[in-house]
């Protein structure tokens, strides 16, 4: 995702705007910490998620980027010659974390864990944001 966020140009998939939920590093660490000083940890599987959701047009225009939608058919035929020429890190199965909602609910994490983000969506992007902006600037002046 990190790869998909970093360029100029955002593809989406023409007719989709599917939400879309980050946890920042810290959240994610703090989440593990938790688990691994509980005395007795809790059995079961745990959806350690962000706070919030924002749909993928708002985190496009939140990073500065340029989107361009593309019907599926063309958007997986791109992304599979981008695979193919090593220039994608994914392949072109997924384009569904770009044309469905993929948003956990992290509500047993919070009640059996006491696992709270501190971090949402939104932050975690303007994070990003700026991180990528800052890198793309250390570039230019190298």
Partial sequence: MT???SGAIICSVLGFDPMMQFIHQEDLIESHLKVALLDEAPGGIYNIAGRGALPLSYITRLMGKINIPLIYSFAYLLFYILRAARIAPFPPQHIDYIRFTFVADGTKAKENL????????KEVVEEFAGYVKLKKARI???
């Fill in 3 to 5: 790869w998909y966020l």
């Fill in 140 to 142: 230019k002046q190298d």
């Fill in 114 to 121: 006491g696992f709270i983000p501190k971090y949402s969506t």
